[in-house]
């Protein structure tokens, strides 16, 4: 219903120009979805990455996202992270295909082992920007 004028691209002027002559106007619906939060897991292991020192892990951050692409961040000791993101394997609820790194390329897969509900151990072994890398992580009980 365009009453005479020219619409503009989302159509806003046939609402207003609606609304002007008494008839009501029905505003866009605008749905927002919100990522879901993500959970910390505490507890000690080593990143290990070709030609450089092990890496402590205190605590690795961990998100579900659509369908069963996951996230983990690995939290180091000095500060730094480490992201690894990818999907569940078909049918393995327990590995995890790496497909990225921020802006660095990587692949591997990750076994995670679960206990009430959140990931309890963590290992495995992949390329990180063309280098080697392992991840070995257990969740301190007492958390």
Known sequence: MNMGRKQDWAGFDGLASMAFMGVAAIAPLVVMVQPAAAD???GSGTFLLEGRSAARI???????????????????????SITLGGRLLEGQ?????VESSGNADASGILSITYADANPDKISGKGLLDGQRYSVEFSRDRSS
């Open 40 to 42: 910390t897991v505490r």
């Open 58 to 80: 205190t605590s690795i951050s961990y998100q579900y996202g659509s369908e069963s692409n996951r996230t983990l961040v690995l939290l180091l000791e000095d500060g730094r």
């Open 93 to 97: 609820n327990s590995r995890l295909q």
